[in-house]
Nanobody, 120 residues
């Protein structure tokens, strides 16, 4: 069981920035898919960004140009850098990683969620 631990959420004013982190409990040998999802108040969870490889990331229209997904392979951590935050970015953010461990065994894990609240 691969655990993903998220951090970095919080309360921020409109126009501010946050960096969310998603740290895996194991050494990741390879990542097939990594992504961040958001569940806004009263809504279903939806994808914010999904990446299937270096230089390949599909962002939701609402966050294009403001959010960036990245990875630190040495730290087995995925990040979501969020700039120019808006109140509509408020929600619980979840990371997802689909990959393989050093033994070649595949996994598909979710973080526990971290709250982001943007106030005007």
């Amino acid at each position: 069981q691969v655990q993903l631990v998220e951090s970095g959420g919080g309360l921020v004013q409109t126009g501010g920035s946050l960096r969310l982190s998603c740290a895996a409990s194991i050494t990741i040998a390879s990542i097939n898919v990594m992504g961040w999802y958001r569940r806004a108040p009263g809504k279903q969870r939806e994808p914010v960004v999904i990446s299937t490889g270096v230089g390949s990331a599909d962002y939701a229209d609402s966050v294009k140009g403001r959010f960036t997904i990245s990875r630190d392979s040495a730290k087995n951590t995925v990040f979501l850098i969020m700039n120019s935050l808006k109140p509509e970015d408020t929600g619980i953010y979840y990371c997802n990683i689909q990959g393989r461990n050093l033994s070649g065994i595949s996994f598909n894990s979710w973080g526990q969620g971290t709250q982001v609240t943007v106030v005007s």
